[in-house]
Structure formats: structure tokens, C-alpha cells
């Protein structure tokens, strides 16, 4: 009996605040040389580690960010390369932006953008944590040539109060 209410207890804990949660949604697709691969992970590990960006993340109401980082390719090579991590001051942001420099590349396949927005809603869906605002920052170098069509995509994601951002790395 013990046992089993400590279990509803913990099921009925809410989940830890954050002020944004984040979905970084990488293109390893095979237009993406060695280069672009790089300057997207070096991009990322140097964005996280700014003052600046330590100092938005802090300013929140709650001081935290949780970021998850995922590569996607074409409609079927999708990867959830770092789970949900919160993020919260210089080490914790250091931490994974290293994460991010070390870890090999997923696979290159197709560009399947739509697949790519899917999964990070995915993510979205089965976080840890809650916050207010739910953010895909999206990077590439190509057009939807894989899987469905990205307009249709596109717009349930944001139906659904996501924010997406997209870079184009050329």
C-alpha cells in the first residue's frame, strides 16, 4: 500500500518549470559536407556558451531553459542525439554545447524537413518539463525532397503555439 501511493505521489508531482523548451533540429542530410556539419555544431556549442545567451536564459521567471538536440536527415533517419537537459548557467550550457562538438554525426540520408519538424514535435510532446513557450530552431542547407509535404507540416507545428526558427547554412 506504502509503495504504491508513493508511486501516485511521484505520478502526480507536476513537471519542473522551465522558460522555454527548446528542440535544436539539425540537418545531416547528404548536401550537408563536412564543413556545413561543422559550422552547425561549432555554431551551436558557441551560441550556448555567450554571456549574452547565459544571461537571456537566466532573466526568465524561472532561470532555466531545457534543450534537446536532435539530427534529422530523410523521412525514416531521425535521431535524438542529447535528451531533454536543463540549462541554467555557464557550466550547465558548457556542458552540453561540448556534448554537441563531440558526439559523431547521425547519418546522411535524403532532406526530409517535414520529417525533421515532426520529430521535434515529438520531442516537444514527451518533455520532462513544462514551459510556456516550446521553440524548434531548425538548420539546413536544402529543400524538402523527402517525405510530406512541408507546408502542411509546417503549419500543424505551429498550430499547436510552437515558435520555429529557421537557418539556412550555406
Known amino acids: 500500500l506504502f509503495a504504491c501511493l508513493f508511486a501516485l505521489s511521484g505520478a502526480a508531482r507536476a513537471a519542473e518549470q ?26 551551436y556549442a558557441a551560441a550556448l556558451s555567450n554571456p549574452r545567451v547565459i544571461d537571456a536564459i537566466r532573466s ?11 539530427e534529422w536527415s530523410g523521412a525514416t533517419s531521425l535521431k535524438l542525439v542529447i ?4 540549462v541554467s548557467d ?16 547521425s547519418f546522411a540520408d535524403r532532406t526530409s524537413i517535414s520529417a525533421g519538424l515532426e520529430f521535434s514535435m515529438v520531442q516537444l510532446e514527451r518533455a520532462p ?11 539546413g542547407d536544402g529543400t524538402n525532397n523527402s517525405g510530406r509535404d512541408i507546408n502542411s507540416a509546417r ?4 498550430a499547436k503555439g510552437v515558435t520555429i526558427n529557421g537557418l539556412v547554412i550555406l
Open 83 to 86: 535528451d531533454w537537459t536543463v
Open 155 to 158: 503549419d500543424e507545428v505551429l
Open 18 to 43: 522551465v522558460d522555454l523548451l527548446l528542440v535544436l533540429a539539425s540537418d545531416v542530410s547528404r548536401s550537408v559536407d563536412t564543413r556545413k556539419f561543422e559550422l552547425q555544431r561549432q555554431g
Open 90 to 105: 555557464a557550466a550547465s550550457a558548457r556542458k552540453i554545447g561540448d556534448q554537441m562538438l563531440e558526439l559523431p554525426r
Open 60 to 70: 526568465g521567471p524561472h532561470g532555466k531553459i531545457a534543450i534537446c538536440f536532435v
Open 129 to 139: 518539463f513544462e514551459a510556456t513557450r516550446r521553440t524548434i530552431d531548425v538548420s
